[in-house]
C-alpha cells in the first residue's frame, strides 16, 4: 500500500527502517478512507520518517510516544523555522492523525496520559473557561492567549505542577522580550496583551499579586504611525482579473477575492461563512459574529452575487459541511485557518504582479476602505461595513485621503514647496 506513494527503494527502504514502519500501511488506509489527495499523503508518510528520525535522535521508545511528544516535536521545528507561518510546522503534518492510528490499533500503551491532570493543565482549562465565559473573548483571541500562556507555564514548571513564588517580575520581562523579538514589529505587542490577561486572570483568583502587571513590558507603538497596506482600485481589478478564467479553481478563486475586495469581509470571517448566511431573496449576506461579537448584514452586489452562485454550481465539492468554503483538495472539509485565505491573496498579488509589503487578505479589505473615504463615504458608513467596533478604528483610512488633508494643511513657512 505504501508502493503506490513512495516509488524509490530507498526512500521506500527509510520508511520501512522508521519507528513507525509497520503501521504506516494503516496510516495510509485511515488517509484514503478519508479521501486525502495522493500528495497529501506522501507529505503525511514524509512527516512521520522525520519525526522517527527526530524520536531516534533522542532515544524515545514508540511505547513513550504521546501528544506531549509530538509537541515537544513541534516546538522543536518551530524554534529552528519561528518565521514560519500557521500553527504548527510543515514537517509536523499530520502526527496527531498518525498517533490516533497507533491507538486504535494498539501499537501505543493503553489510553495516554498527557498531564490532563497535572495542575499545569488544570490551570490552563480554568483559565480558557475565564476567557470565554468571564471576559467573552473571540475563539481566536483565546487560542492565542492560551498558546503564549502555555508557553510560559512550560518554561516556568517544566514538570507539570506550579509553583508560583517563580513567577517573578525578571521571569515576565525575559518571556515577553523573547516573544516579541520573534514577531514583526506590528505583532510585538500580541504577548504583552496575552500576558497581561494571564496575570489578570490570576490576579483575580488570588495567587499573584496585582503588582505583576506592571512588570509586564509596553512595547512603544505610535497610534497612526503606519498607514494602511492599500493598492488602488486599478490594482484591485487586475488581481480579480487574475483568477483563472474558465476552471473551477478560478471560480472558487475570485468568490473569495470578491467577499474581500467589494465587501470588505475579513480573513477569517470568508472561512467562517455558511450557506444560510447567503439570502438571495433579500440579496444580502449576513456575516456572523467573531472579532468584534457583532454580526452584521451586507449587500449583495449583482458583481458577487452571480460569482458565489456560480462557483456553488459548478466548482463547491459536494459535501455534507455547510461551510461555504471548503479544502480544494480531499478530503472535502471546512477551512480551518484565515491563512488559507491569505496565502490565495498573495498568490493572486504576485500573478497580477503587484508588489505590496506584506501582503494578504488585509490588502484588499484596506483598499476598500480607503476608496470608500477617498470619494467621500463617512466614517460611520466605513465603520459599519468593515465591522469596526469603534470609529477610532477607522480613523487610520483619514491619512489616505490626500484630497481632503491638503485643503487643511498649513502652509509651509517661507512659501510653497
Known amino acids: ?140 483571541t483565546r487560542i492565542n492567549y492560551l498558546r503564549n500562556a502555555r508557553r510560559l507555564f512550560q518554561e516556568l514548571f517544566a514538570d507539570g505542577e506550579v509553583e508560583w513564588e517563580k513567577l517573578t517580575v525578571l521571569v515576565l520581562t525575559q518571556f515577553v522580550r523573547h516573544e516579541a523579538a520573534k514577531l514583526q514589529p506590528s505583532a510585538c505587542g500580541q504577548p504583552v496583551t496575552a500576558t497581561r490577561a494571564l496575570i489578570r486572570y490570576l490576579a483575580f483568583r488570588g495567587v499573584v499579586s496585582e503588582g505583576l502587571l506592571g512588570a509586564v513590558p509596553a512595547v512603544l507603538t505610535k497610534r497612526h504611525a503606519t498607514i494602511p497596506r492599500a493598492i488602488p482600485a486599478a490594482d484591485v481589478e487586475r488581481v480579480i482579473a487574475s483568477c483563472v478564467e474558465g476552471a473551477r479553481y478560478g471560480l472558487r478563486e475570485k468568490a ?55 462557483y456553488l454550481q459548478h466548482a463547491r465539492p459536494t459535501s455534507v459541511h455547510r461551510e461555504l468554503f471548503l479544502r480544494w483538495r480531499p478530503p472535502f472539509s471546512p477551512l480551518q485557518s484565515s491563512t488559507s485565505i491569505s496565502t490565495l491573496t498573495r498568490k493572486l498579488l504576485r500573478r497580477a504582479d503587484i508588489r505590496v509589503h506584506r501582503a494578504g487578505a488585509h490588502t484588499l479589505r484596506h483598499s476598500l476602505a480607503t476608496g470608500l473615504v477617498c470619494n467621500g463615504v463617512s466614517f460611520k458608513v466605513v465603520a459599519d461595513v468593515l465591522g469596526h467596533h469603534a470609529l477610532a478604528t477607522t480613523e487610520i483610512y483619514a491619512k489616505l485621503d490626500l484630497g481632503s488633508l491638503s485643503q487643511v494643511a498649513l502652509p509651509w513657512p517661507g512659501g510653497a514647496q
Open 1 to 140: 500500500m505504501v508502493e503506490k506513494y513512495v516509488t524509490q527503494p530507498s526512500a521506500r527502504a527509510r520508511l520501512q527502517q522508521s519507528v513507525f514502519g509497520p503501521y504506516l500501511p494503516l496510516l495510509v488506509q485511515s488517509l484514503e478512507q478519508a479521501e486525502y489527495a495522493a500528495e497529501t499523503i506522501r507529505l503525511h508518510l514524509r512527516a512521520a520518517v522525520r519525526f522517527s528520525k527526530w524520536l531516534q535522535r533522542r532515544k524515545i521508545t514508540l511505547s513513550d510516544v504521546n501528544e506531549a511528544t509530538v509537541e515537544g516535536y513541534v516546538q522543536h521545528e518551530q524554534r529552528k523555522t519561528p518565521s514560519s507561518s500557521g500553527p504548527r510546522p510543515y514537517k509536523a503534518i499530520g502526527l496527531r492523525r498518525l498517533l490516533r492510528v497507533l491507538r486504535q490499533h494498539s501499537a501505543l500503551s493503553a489510553p495516554i496520559d498527557t498531564g490532563a491532570h497535572s495542575s499545569v493543565e488544570e490551570w490552563l482549562r480554568t483559565f480558557a473557561d475565564y476567557l470565554e465565559h468571564v471576559t467573552g473573548c473571540a475563539s481566536t
Open 256 to 310: 473569495i477575492v470578491l467577499l474581500l475586495a467589494r465587501l470588505g469581509l475579513r480573513a477569517g470571517e470568508v472561512i467562517r461563512l455558511r450557506l444560510d448566511d447567503i439570502d438571495w431573496g433579500r440579496g444580502c449576506i449576513r456575516v456572523p459574529a467573531g472579532k468584534t461579537h457583532r454580526e452584521r448584514s451586507l449587500p449583495l452586489s449583482q458583481e458577487v452575487g452571480d460569482v458565489l452562485a456560480a
